[in-house]
Protein backbone atom coordinates (compact mmCIF):
# COMPACT_ATOMS: atom_id res chain seq x y z
CA UNK A 1 0.00 0.00 0.00
CA UNK A 2 1.38 3.38 -0.91
CA UNK A 3 1.48 5.96 1.25
CA UNK A 4 1.83 9.78 0.88
CA UNK A 5 2.71 11.88 4.03
CA UNK A 6 2.19 15.69 2.60
CA UNK A 7 5.44 18.03 3.67
CA UNK A 8 4.19 21.65 3.41
CA UNK A 9 0.92 23.36 3.02
CA UNK A 10 1.10 23.87 -0.44
CA UNK A 11 3.08 21.15 -2.14
CA UNK A 12 5.11 18.55 -1.67
CA UNK A 13 4.68 14.18 -0.20
CA UNK A 14 7.20 11.79 0.85
CA UNK A 15 5.92 8.30 -0.55
CA UNK A 16 6.71 5.41 1.16
CA UNK A 17 5.66 1.77 0.27
CA UNK A 18 6.65 1.14 -3.33
CA UNK A 19 10.00 -0.08 -4.91
CA UNK A 20 11.07 2.04 -7.49
CA UNK A 21 13.70 -0.57 -9.04
CA UNK A 22 10.76 -3.11 -9.77
CA UNK A 23 9.47 -2.64 -13.02
CA UNK A 24 5.90 -1.39 -12.30
CA UNK A 25 2.52 -1.99 -13.68
CA UNK A 26 0.18 0.31 -15.47
CA UNK A 27 -2.00 1.08 -12.17
CA UNK A 28 1.78 1.77 -10.38
CA UNK A 29 2.58 4.13 -12.81
CA UNK A 30 -1.12 5.75 -12.92
CA UNK A 31 -1.41 5.81 -8.81
CA UNK A 32 2.30 7.67 -9.25
CA UNK A 33 1.14 10.15 -11.83
CA UNK A 34 -2.17 11.00 -9.90
CA UNK A 35 0.08 11.59 -6.54
CA UNK A 36 2.55 14.20 -8.51
CA UNK A 37 -1.44 15.76 -10.26
CA UNK A 38 -2.20 16.39 -6.91
CA UNK A 39 0.82 17.11 -4.99
CA UNK A 40 3.09 18.86 -7.44
CA UNK A 41 6.40 16.70 -5.98
CA UNK A 42 6.65 13.61 -4.55
CA UNK A 43 9.82 12.08 -2.59
CA UNK A 44 11.43 8.15 -2.68
CA UNK A 45 14.17 7.62 0.08
CA UNK A 46 16.22 4.26 0.08
CA UNK A 47 16.17 4.10 -3.67
CA UNK A 48 19.44 2.23 -4.66
CA UNK A 49 18.47 2.40 -8.96
CA UNK A 50 20.53 1.74 -11.57
CA UNK A 51 20.59 4.14 -14.33
CA UNK A 52 18.23 2.02 -16.49
CA UNK A 53 15.77 1.68 -13.95
CA UNK A 54 15.79 5.41 -13.85
CA UNK A 55 15.12 5.64 -17.40
CA UNK A 56 12.82 2.90 -17.59
CA UNK A 57 10.39 4.77 -14.38
CA UNK A 58 11.19 7.66 -16.72
CA UNK A 59 9.93 6.13 -19.89
CA UNK A 60 6.35 4.59 -18.22
CA UNK A 61 5.17 8.19 -17.98
CA UNK A 62 6.11 9.22 -21.64
CA UNK A 63 8.88 9.99 -24.53
CA UNK A 64 11.70 11.28 -22.86
CA UNK A 65 14.13 14.59 -23.71
CA UNK A 66 17.69 15.65 -23.79
CA UNK A 67 19.26 18.64 -23.04
CA UNK A 68 21.79 20.43 -24.60
CA UNK A 69 24.34 21.49 -22.29
CA UNK A 70 25.00 19.21 -20.00
CA UNK A 71 27.03 15.77 -19.32
CA UNK A 72 25.34 12.74 -19.87
CA UNK A 73 25.47 9.37 -17.85
CA UNK A 74 27.20 6.44 -20.68
CA UNK A 75 24.76 4.46 -22.33
CA UNK A 76 22.09 6.74 -21.22
CA UNK A 77 22.22 10.04 -23.40
CA UNK A 78 18.66 11.43 -21.50
CA UNK A 79 20.13 11.04 -18.21
CA UNK A 80 22.21 14.40 -17.65
CA UNK A 81 24.62 14.76 -14.56
CA UNK A 82 24.51 18.02 -12.70
CA UNK A 83 27.76 17.81 -10.34
CA UNK A 84 29.49 20.17 -8.35
CA UNK A 85 33.24 20.26 -6.64
CA UNK A 86 35.63 22.28 -4.86
CA UNK A 87 36.97 23.51 -8.60
CA UNK A 88 34.02 23.41 -10.47
CA UNK A 89 30.96 24.57 -8.10
CA UNK A 90 27.56 25.04 -9.67
CA UNK A 91 25.85 28.18 -11.28
CA UNK A 92 22.29 27.29 -11.33
CA UNK A 93 21.18 30.03 -8.22
CA UNK A 94 17.42 31.35 -9.50
CA UNK A 95 14.18 29.51 -9.23
CA UNK A 96 13.27 27.85 -12.42
CA UNK A 97 11.36 25.82 -14.28
CA UNK A 98 13.22 23.41 -16.25
CA UNK A 99 13.77 24.06 -20.30
CA UNK A 100 10.79 26.71 -20.96
CA UNK A 101 13.31 27.39 -24.09
CA UNK A 102 11.90 24.48 -25.68
CA UNK A 103 8.48 24.49 -27.72
CA UNK A 104 7.63 21.49 -25.47
CA UNK A 105 8.93 21.52 -21.90
CA UNK A 106 9.18 18.84 -19.90
CA UNK A 107 6.61 17.48 -18.47
CA UNK A 108 8.21 16.26 -15.81
CA UNK A 109 11.49 16.27 -14.51
CA UNK A 110 13.00 12.56 -12.23
CA UNK A 111 16.14 13.60 -10.01
CA UNK A 112 18.31 10.81 -8.24
CA UNK A 113 20.74 11.44 -5.87
CA UNK A 114 24.15 9.85 -6.08
CA UNK A 115 26.70 11.78 -4.23
CA UNK A 116 25.03 13.70 -1.32
CA UNK A 117 27.26 16.70 1.03
CA UNK A 118 27.35 16.15 4.75
CA UNK A 119 25.83 18.99 5.03
CA UNK A 120 23.88 21.48 3.11
CA UNK A 121 22.36 20.59 -0.49
CA UNK A 122 18.99 21.10 -0.50
CA UNK A 123 16.76 21.70 -2.94
CA UNK A 124 13.49 24.07 -2.61
CA UNK A 125 10.47 23.95 -4.90
CA UNK A 126 7.32 26.21 -4.96
CA UNK A 127 3.65 25.81 -6.61
CA UNK A 128 3.14 27.84 -9.64
CA UNK A 129 -0.92 26.60 -8.79
CA UNK A 130 -0.85 28.11 -5.82
CA UNK A 131 1.17 31.54 -6.93
CA UNK A 132 -1.62 31.78 -9.39
CA UNK A 133 -3.95 31.11 -7.11
CA UNK A 134 -3.15 34.14 -4.19
CA UNK A 135 -3.07 36.51 -7.37
CA UNK A 136 -5.46 39.10 -7.11
CA UNK A 137 -8.80 39.28 -9.59
CA UNK A 138 -7.69 42.37 -11.19
CA UNK A 139 -4.07 40.71 -11.31
CA UNK A 140 -5.05 37.27 -13.28
CA UNK A 141 -7.42 39.47 -15.40
CA UNK A 142 -4.60 41.42 -16.56
CA UNK A 143 -2.05 38.14 -17.16
CA UNK A 144 -4.95 36.27 -18.95
CA UNK A 145 -3.84 36.42 -22.55
CA UNK A 146 -0.63 37.41 -22.33
CA UNK A 147 2.71 35.52 -23.64
CA UNK A 148 6.32 35.91 -22.98
CA UNK A 149 9.55 34.73 -24.68
CA UNK A 150 11.97 32.20 -23.20
CA UNK A 151 15.37 31.76 -24.03
CA UNK A 152 17.99 28.83 -24.02
CA UNK A 153 20.46 31.80 -24.34
CA UNK A 154 19.13 33.81 -21.84
CA UNK A 155 19.38 31.17 -19.05
CA UNK A 156 23.05 30.37 -20.08
CA UNK A 157 24.60 33.44 -20.49
CA UNK A 158 27.35 32.30 -17.75
CA UNK A 159 28.60 29.64 -19.44
CA UNK A 160 28.12 31.24 -22.99
CA UNK A 161 30.20 33.93 -21.56
CA UNK A 162 33.69 31.66 -20.45
CA UNK A 163 35.82 31.19 -22.33
CA UNK A 164 35.22 28.99 -25.39
CA UNK A 165 31.35 28.76 -24.16
CA UNK A 166 29.41 30.16 -27.18
CA UNK A 167 31.48 27.51 -29.55
CA UNK A 168 31.12 24.67 -26.86
CA UNK A 169 27.27 25.83 -27.02
CA UNK A 170 27.06 26.95 -30.12
CA UNK A 171 24.62 24.14 -31.72
CA UNK A 172 22.54 24.07 -28.71
CA UNK A 173 21.81 27.95 -29.08
CA UNK A 174 21.33 27.27 -33.03
CA UNK A 175 19.24 24.67 -32.00
CA UNK A 176 16.82 26.72 -29.17
CA UNK A 177 15.89 29.38 -30.90
CA UNK A 178 13.65 31.71 -28.71
CA UNK A 179 9.72 30.62 -27.92
CA UNK A 180 6.51 32.31 -26.64
CA UNK A 181 4.23 30.69 -23.87
CA UNK A 182 1.38 32.17 -22.18
CA UNK A 183 2.26 33.60 -19.05
CA UNK A 184 -0.69 31.78 -17.97
CA UNK A 185 -0.52 28.43 -18.53
CA UNK A 186 -3.62 25.67 -18.32
CA UNK A 187 -2.08 22.54 -16.83
CA UNK A 188 -3.24 19.68 -19.58
CA UNK A 189 -4.00 17.00 -16.63
CA UNK A 190 -6.33 19.01 -13.74
CA UNK A 191 -7.53 21.69 -15.70
CA UNK A 192 -6.03 24.26 -13.32
CA UNK A 193 -4.29 27.69 -14.09
CA UNK A 194 -0.79 27.91 -13.63
CA UNK A 195 1.97 30.40 -13.46
CA UNK A 196 4.20 30.40 -16.07
CA UNK A 197 7.34 32.22 -16.39
CA UNK A 198 10.72 32.23 -14.16
CA UNK A 199 13.59 34.24 -13.77
CA UNK A 200 16.12 31.70 -15.42
CA UNK A 201 15.06 31.85 -18.99
CA UNK A 202 11.92 34.12 -19.33
CA UNK A 203 13.53 37.34 -21.23
CA UNK A 204 9.93 39.51 -21.47
CA UNK A 205 6.45 40.26 -21.73
CA UNK A 206 5.35 40.72 -25.45
CA UNK A 207 2.62 42.87 -25.12
CA UNK A 208 3.97 45.12 -22.40
CA UNK A 209 6.35 47.79 -23.22
CA UNK A 210 10.33 47.17 -21.92
CA UNK A 211 9.54 49.09 -18.63
CA UNK A 212 6.09 47.37 -17.81
CA UNK A 213 7.42 44.10 -18.48
CA UNK A 214 9.97 44.21 -16.00
CA UNK A 215 7.99 45.51 -13.71
CA UNK A 216 5.74 42.92 -14.18
CA UNK A 217 8.08 39.84 -14.24
CA UNK A 218 10.33 40.84 -11.53
CA UNK A 219 6.72 40.90 -9.17
CA UNK A 220 5.99 37.64 -10.32
CA UNK A 221 9.14 36.32 -9.80
CA UNK A 222 9.60 37.70 -5.86
CA UNK A 223 5.70 36.55 -5.94
CA UNK A 224 6.53 32.84 -6.37
CA UNK A 225 9.19 32.46 -3.93
CA UNK A 226 6.64 33.61 -1.47
CA UNK A 227 6.98 31.03 1.69
CA UNK A 228 3.65 29.95 1.86
CA UNK A 229 3.96 28.16 -1.69
CA UNK A 230 6.88 26.16 -1.01
CA UNK A 231 8.44 22.81 0.29
CA UNK A 232 12.00 21.87 0.91
CA UNK A 233 13.34 18.39 0.46
CA UNK A 234 16.85 17.58 2.37
CA UNK A 235 18.72 15.07 0.23
CA UNK A 236 20.04 11.74 1.27
CA UNK A 237 22.20 8.74 -0.68
CA UNK A 238 19.82 7.02 -2.93
CA UNK A 239 17.11 10.18 -2.52
CA UNK A 240 14.52 10.44 -5.87
CA UNK A 241 12.53 13.95 -5.93
CA UNK A 242 9.68 13.37 -9.32
CA UNK A 243 8.01 16.91 -9.82
CA UNK A 244 5.79 18.16 -12.43
CA UNK A 245 7.62 20.27 -14.18
CA UNK A 246 4.08 22.10 -15.64
CA UNK A 247 3.18 23.47 -12.15
CA UNK A 248 6.15 24.29 -10.29
CA UNK A 249 9.64 26.07 -10.14
CA UNK A 250 12.63 24.62 -8.29
CA UNK A 251 15.70 25.99 -6.96
CA UNK A 252 19.29 24.00 -5.18
CA UNK A 253 20.53 25.74 -2.22
CA UNK A 254 23.86 26.17 -2.90
CA UNK A 255 25.46 25.75 0.55
CA UNK A 256 27.48 23.00 0.35
CA UNK A 257 30.64 24.60 -0.80
CA UNK A 258 33.64 22.59 -1.64
CA UNK A 259 31.66 19.77 -0.57
CA UNK A 260 31.18 17.17 -3.71
CA UNK A 261 27.46 16.79 -4.96
CA UNK A 262 26.38 14.45 -8.00
CA UNK A 263 23.07 14.02 -9.50
CA UNK A 264 21.51 12.85 -11.97
CA UNK A 265 18.31 13.46 -13.76
CA UNK A 266 16.18 12.54 -16.86
CA UNK A 267 12.70 14.62 -18.03
CA UNK A 268 9.78 13.59 -19.95
CA UNK A 269 8.73 15.01 -22.91
CA UNK A 270 5.56 17.43 -22.15
CA UNK A 271 2.84 19.70 -24.52
CA UNK A 272 2.84 22.86 -25.86
CA UNK A 273 1.85 25.32 -23.66
CA UNK A 274 -1.86 26.40 -23.95
Partial sequence: MLEARPMAGALGAEIYGIDLSRELDTAAINTLRELLNRHEVIFFRDQDISPAHQHALASAFGPLQTHPAYATVEGFPEITILESTADKPTKIEAWHTDMTFRQHPPMATFLKSVIVPERGGDTLWSSMTAA????????????????????????????????????????????????????????????????????????????????????????????????????RFQWRPHSIAIWDNRSTQHKPVNDYFPQHRRMERIVVDGDRPY
Avoid at 187 to 199: A, I, M, Q, W, Y
Avoid at 224 to 231: L, N, S, V, Y
Fill in 132 to 231: YEALSEPMKSMLDGLTAEHDFSYGFKESLAEEGGRERLADAVEANPPVVHPVIRTHPETGRKVLFVNSLFTTRILELKPAESRAVLDFLYAHARTDEFTC
